[in-house]
């Protein structure tokens, strides 16, 4: 799932300073599970914008705002759509930009994307996958370098984790550590013998 | 003629090398000068790029600077800062300028330097680097395009030494796999831990030269202890500097005692002095070392 975050309210005020007659589109699929975009959510912002003083004329919350077809898909759904002078997407940059091609008035953000992760037993777990079109995560234990090394390292770690932490991020086990881990459990550290080439490709 | 790194590497010679830190700015004088109270007694000198993220001049231009003063270099090269193509681009350009050693690695991240909003790169790991330019030598870039060649390049890696971290040992033995031909280490203050890991290492048969870094105080060492990854001073040691009356003393004296026990472990040392090198030629004769090249 592609994880993002809400804004502030007050940097998404600032954004709609010079809009009325608000439109809030949702999104069902992740920003809803990571409740940033569902319809709980959608229905409170729309109670804050009206208490701000915007006018909200109406919402929805589609399977994925990521999938519109066309305007006319949307307005054929959502008719209010029609009088609005500006869309609020409560998703995903991708939902966002998808909406924005379609729409014919402006269309904003009311979140923050950080990176494509999961969610397991409840926990948000970002930057599972760097979305590089190779994917190699077999090799590293179901662990991706790519998408959890700040700097990307296939070939082993760099000199700069301490206690088995990552340099950039103390807090954070250097994915290093836990790809080690996880091979040595499965029994396949021979898979951390290969060399990987400047394209993502094993020796 | 004096002899090259390359064959002093292929020596028994003890090898001095020494870090020279590029300018914050454009005044040369000063990295010249430190290198100059070093002359005849290191066997070259590692110029370092933007170390710990911090933005300097380039190593490529003080590594002129300093083989238009006669001296030997060995120019590192982070994947930080550059692509595959720029790497290559100052790869040839050092060499075209007469670079003939260059040591590769990852560096560290732009998070922890002075510019912690820059993008870092890493396009490419130490290990490909290696790779790359064991390509470029043979006459290659990374694409199969032909440039020529650089034969006498020789090329250096880092190593931590703990071999607590079984996946550091898997990297530098994929670093070694991969072209490098000599390697330097973090700074050793155990020496006694340093001998298990070059025991371990015994197969890799690569020529290990030691870094060593003089302490002056004992909350540098204790600094070091919690912060710099890969070094570990010993409680003891800590506590000679606490009682020393001249603790920079006391941290040289240290220090020589260290590249005493290293001699007999590795092929060199490799003194990186916070600061000036202007009491490394102390150290180096309080540790029974004399070059006459």
């Known amino acids: 799932m592609i994880i993002s975050s809400a804004k502030p309210f007050e940097e998404i005020l600032e954004l709609l300073k010079e809009e009325d007659d608000i439109f809030i589109l949702g999104c069902n699929a992740c920003a809803a599970k990571l409740h940033v975009g569902g319809e709980l959510e959608v229905i409170r912002m729309q109670q804050r914008l009206e208490e701000a003083g915007k006018r909200v004329v109406g919402w929805v919350v589609p399977g994925a705002a990521c999938s519109v077809a066309s305007f006319d898909a949307l307005v054929e759904k959502n008719p209010a759509i029609k009088e609005a002078k500006a869309i609020l997407v409560m998703a995903c940059g991708s939902g966002v930009s998808t909406v924005s091609r379609v729409a014919e008035v402006p269309v904003y953000p009311s979140n923050n994307t950080n990176s494509l992760g999961g969610r397991s037993q409840g926990e948000v777990i970002p930057e599972l996958c760097a979305m590089c079109g190779n994917c190699t995560v077999y090799y590293f234990g179901g662990i991706c370098p790519r998408g959890q090394c700040p700097k990307q390292l296939i070939n082993g770690p760099c000199g700069g984790s301490k206690d088995g932490k990552c340099e950039v991020d103390q807090d954070k086990d250097c994915v290093w550590e836990l790809i080690y881990l996880r091979l040595e459990r499965i029994g396949r550290l021979d898979l951390l013998e290969r060399i990987w080439d400047p394209n993502g490709i094993p020796d | ?293």
């Open chain 2, 1 to 293: 003629m004096p002899r090259t790194f390359k064959e002093k590497l292929l020596s028994d010679d003890f090898l001095v090398t020494a870090e020279i830190t590029p300018p914050k700015g454009t005044d040369l004088n000063e990295a010249l000068e430190d290198a100059e109270i070093l002359r005849g007694l290191a066997d070259a000198f590692n110029v370092t790029d933007n170390q710990r993220a911090v933005m300097r001049m380039s190593p490529l231009a003080v590594s002129k600077a300093l083989l238009d003063k006669g001296h030997e270099v060995i120019m590192q090269l982070t994947c930080r800062d550059r692509n595959r193509l720029a790497l290559q681009s100052d790869v040839l350009a050092a060499y075209s300028l007469g670079v003939r050693n260059i040591s590769v690695m990852s560096g560290d991240h732009t998070t922890k330097g002075d510019h912690p909003r820059a993008r870092p790169v890493f396009d490419i790991d130490s290990v490909q680097l290696l790779g790359a330019i064991r390509k470029m030598k043979e006459g290659f870039d990374l694409s199969g395009n032909e440039i020529g060649g650089m034969p006498d390049l020789t090329v250096g890696a880092v190593s931590n030494t703990d071999l607590s971290k079984p996946m550091q040992l898997l990297k530098l033995r994929k670093k070694i796999k991969m072209g490098a031909e000599f390697i330097q280490t973090q700074a050793v203050y155990d020496t006694g831990q340093f001998q298990t890991f070059m025991e371990h290492i015994v197969d890799m048969d690569i020529p290990v030269i030691a870094g060593v870094i003089p302490l002056k105080s004992a909350k540098m060492a204790r600094f070091m202890n919690g912060n710099i990854p890969g070094i570990n001073v010993p409680p003891e040691m800590i506590e000679l500097m606490e009682n020393a009356e001249d603790p920079a003393w006391e941290g040289l004296s240290i220090c020589a005692q260290t590249i005493r026990e290293l001699k007999g472990l590795c092929r060199g040392v490799h003194v990186m002095p916070i600061g000036s090198h202007s009491r490394t030629p102390e150290l180096l004769e309080m540790a029974g070392i004399r070059k006459d090249n």
